[in-house]
């Protein structure tokens, strides 16, 4: 239908169809958590109806993770088994609940009450009113059997521009896809020390110079909406040609200008335009309230001066749990209800056979037998709780990542489980990072956030600040926030800036993190 539309010429009915099979089950999830019922109903009511839905959709998620279990039975597997059987109880258990309040306490009150809805398709107009204002384009990517295209939409277009690859992009894509997601599992060192080549390389596939002359010469802000494959992938920092750079950046430096220098405006993703519609506005005040985790698993030393830096910018109202402290049971409703940030500076896990086994790890984990009861797994956070929360931040490993085999896009990782608990943001990984240099861009992007910036620009920000950074202005930039370094660590990280130029130049460095939704 899509190519048929466009043969049509008709690219505004073929973005709806791309849009149909992307994140679906997830933007059908997010639509029903926001049904409510009409006329005078308690609040404790009200209250008592999200809790069973957020409750009912994590027991979903944790008979799924099971399910495979149940396929194998054996004598191993038989106490699994019996978990997955003890699930499905509870669940009829929570369903029976939510049946009873909505008959006894919420149709008397709105006889039409019901807790589906149909999800219409998202229209052209639509998508075009999610811009939030005329210096933004949107740039959704679809990947089909033998070709990949591009929609873009500018703030004033009547319909979308459509660039459609050829044959040769397209098995160049997958070739390059093949070769980068092979390297990266089997030899990181090797992957690392490519990754700039692989950049420039899936640039020039994309053909980004051209997509970007496509999109109006003022827009400053740029939406991004992958698809598959393409969401496991920095597209903030691929590199763009001189011509495209029209907007100087803050500094001078001998790196090759990229996207996150073209849009001064910020940089973003959305896993689709229906999920960014159904996703509120976050808005920079009220966000006084941090929740954090830091360094749970005792090994993660440069956690400590994040958290320390960024407890300084929401002092007095910080609730970190610290080192042994940050176990799965001490992260209560109670003190996630009052976040309006709520920051994980440890370990994560994605789960490449099982996305829904993907985890955060926790305090009195051995991380040589990965025990997911003591992690939060990414079904459990479908249970939480965060209606004030206006940003997750996932200091940790490949939070980022979803599914590479996926055909349909449903887009099953960690970001998904917290915008669905409530949060409009979400800043993630897409590899195993460094945790010297995420110290260093997590703490200027805090500072950045509370000088009134969006998400994306103080991400986008704190990148090219880390990217471009002499050793001699890390150094100061140190001194000047007395950072509690032991003497060892001083000298150490003062001889690798003396070493380096720019030490964090790669992106590897500073790459890896997106800022996902609004």
Known sequence: MVQV?????????????????????????????????????????????????????????????????????????????????????????????????????????????????????????????LLPNSQ????????????????????????????????????????????????????????????TEKLQQLATILNLDYLLSLIPSDCSQLILIPHRFLHLFPLHALPVGDGNLLFTTETQSSHTPCLIDRFLGGVRYAPSCQLLQLTPNWKCTNFSHLFGVQNPTLDLAYSDIEMAI??????????????????????????LQAAHCVHFACHGIFDLESPLRSALVLAGVDLNELEL?????????????????????????????????????????????????????????????????????????????????SVAVALNQAQRWLRDATGDELQQWMEEQQLPLNPTLKISLARRFRQNREPFQSPFYWAAFCPIGQ
């Open 373 to 453: 009861e003591r992690c939060l797994t990414l079904g459990e956070i479908f249970g939480l709780n965060l209606s004030q929360c206006r940003l997750v931040t996932l200091s940790a490993c490949e939070t980022g990542l979803t599914d590479p085999t996926s055909l349909s896009d449903e887009y099953i990782g960690l970001p998904s489980g917290f915008l669905y608990a409530g949060s409009p943001s979400v800043v993630s990984s897409l590899w195993t990072i460094s945790d010297i240099s995420t110290a260093f861009l997590v703490a200027k992007f805090y500072q950045n956030l509370q000088q009134g910036s």
């Open 136 to 195: 933004t384009a949107l740039i959704e990517w679809y990947i089909a059997e033998d070709t990949f295209l591009a929609f873009i939409v500018a703030p004033h277009s009547q319909t979308p521009l459509v660039w459609r690859s050829s044959a040769q992009d397209y098995q160049a894509l997958m070739t390059w896809i093949s070769i980068y997601l092979t390297t990266y599992y089997d030899n990181k060192e090797q992957w690392q020390l490519a990754l």
């Open 5 to 129: 539309c466009i043969n049509t010429d008709r690219s505004d009915s073929a973005l709806q169809y791309v849009e149909r099979s992307k994140a679906r089950n997830l933007v059908e999830l997010l639509a029903a958590r926001d049904i409510y019922p009409k006329g005078n109903i308690p609040q404790t009511v009200i209250e008592e109806l999200a809790r069973l839905r957020r409750e009912i959709v994590a027991e979903q998620r944790r008979i799924e993770m099971r399910s495979e279990v149940g396929q194998i039975a054996n004598l191993e597997t038989l106490p699994a088994l019996s978990a997955s059987q003890d699930s499905r109880t509870y669940l009829n258990q929570l369903q029976q609940e939510l049946d009873e309040l909505i008959r006894q306490d919420i149709q008397p009150h709105d006889d039409t009450f019901s807790l589906t809805q149909r999800v219409e398709p998202v229209t052209f107009q639509q998508v075009r009113d």
């Open 310 to 335: 960024i407890r300084q910018t929401f002092h007095p109202h910080a609730e970190i749990l610290v080192k042994a402290e940050a176990r799965k049971e001490a992260i209560s409703d109670r003190c």
